[in-house]
């Protein structure tokens, strides 16, 4: 069953570097999201992209995040210059359609940074 | 309260017996999603079910819907210790044209052999 994959796993980070989370989404799907969870907290969104651009981004998504999809595969969240509370699980998600079609999540980047 | 609030916050079980999650929601929605998440791994789809509808099932899965109570649960019958995880439901609400998904804080299941 196609699924949606994520690297790496886990990335540990200093404040105020730089850092890329990759994600491949399901090859059909065209609409993809990335949201973040701190721990023992709510999932939360953060951005949805479709067709080369952001449909919606939350409050949380400024100016130090940014998504690209630099090929065919893969959807990438770049945060550049990392916080101490940027600490989280970073999930992907993609879906076939938007409204009313599931959302497959990978299984998740846990970003730890010191 | 917040869109999307499970309760109980945390279930603890034997297994074989029957599991009921309950979630509630302010907006009304175009969908509800039920996810379920093991301990710090990743968010497992469950089952979607559309605002004009009622009930699904998958398996030992069911799920209902009422809008006019803007609540949804989630039965997992006959459960077993694998069945030992958080539980989430996710609305996407109605208007939202960018698949938004909102998720609530969260059921703990606990499911003893």
């Known amino acids: 069953e196609p699924e949606v994959t994520q690297t790496p796993s886990h990335q540990v980070t200093q404040m105020g570097q730089e850092v890329i989370l990759r994600c491949v989404p399901i090859?059909?799907?065209?609409?993809f999201y990335w949201y973040r969870q701190i721990l023992g907290q709510k999932v939360e969104f953060l951005v949805s992209?479709?067709?080369?651009?952001?449909?919606?981004k939350s409050e949380i998504f400024d100016d130090q995040f940014s998504v690209e999809r630099p090929d065919g595969s893969n959807f990438t969240l770049k945060i550049r210059s990392t916080k101490l509370e940027d600490s989280a699980m970073y999930f992907c998600?993609?879906?076939?359609?938007?409204?009313?079609?599931?959302?497959?999540f990978g299984p998740g980047t846990r970003l730890t940074v010191t | 309260s917040q869109q999307g609030e499970e309760d109980p916050q945390a279930l603890s079980i034997q297994e074989g017996e029957n599991a009921t999650m309950n979630c509630s929601y302010k907006?009304?929605?175009?969908?509800l999603q039920w996810y379920r998440q093991n301990s710090g791994r990743g968010l497992v789809h469950l089952i979607l079910i559309r605002s004009n509808e009622r009930e699904k099932h998958s398996g030992r899965l069911r799920v209902t819907l009422d809008t006019s109570k803007k609540s949804s649960s989630l039965l997992i019958t006959a459960s077993r210790a694998a069945d030992t995880a958080s539980y989430f439901c996710a609305t996407l609400l109605r208007g939202t044209s960018y698949g938004k998904l909102t998720f609530g804080q969260g059921t703990i299941l606990t499911v003893h052999p």
């Open positions: 992209f479709y067709n080369n651009e952001i449909s919606e």
């Open positions: 998600a993609s879906s076939e359609r938007l409204a009313g079609s599931e959302q497959y």
């Open positions: 907006t009304s929605i175009n969908n």
């Open positions: 090859s059909n799907h065209l609409y």
